[in-house]
């Protein structure tokens, strides 16, 4: 891969992270999530908002295991 496509990933996976952070932390209502992880999402009492945290929470984990495949 390309220097300047391997950049752009990068930016791009940058993003990905920043919207799914941002997207968990309107379903949890705090950052918590940071430090406590799943469990925080888990004590979530309303199920809509469980479910929208979990996805989030999904999406998030991808996008850091491909950021530490790619450096």
């Given at each position: 891969?390309?220097?300047?496509?391997?950049?752009?990933?990068?930016?791009?996976?940058?993003?990905?992270?920043?919207?799914?952070?941002?997207?968990?932390?309107?379903?949890c209502g705090h950052e918590?999530?940071?430090?406590?992880?799943?469990?925080?999402i888990d004590g979530l009492?309303?199920?809509?908002?469980?479910?929208?945290?979990?996805?989030?929470?999904?999406?998030?984990?991808?996008?850091?295991?491909?950021?530490?495949?790619?450096?």
């Amino acid at each position: 891969m390309a220097v300047a496509q391997l950049k752009n990933l990068q930016r791009r996976l940058q993003l990905l992270t920043d919207e799914a952070e941002q997207g968990l932390t309107r379903s949890c209502g705090h950052e918590l999530w940071k430090s406590v992880g799943p469990d925080a999402i888990d004590g979530l009492e309303d199920p809509a908002r469980r479910a929208e945290a979990n996805y989030w929470y999904g999406q998030w984990n991808v996008v850091r295991e491909l950021q530490e495949a790619f450096g």
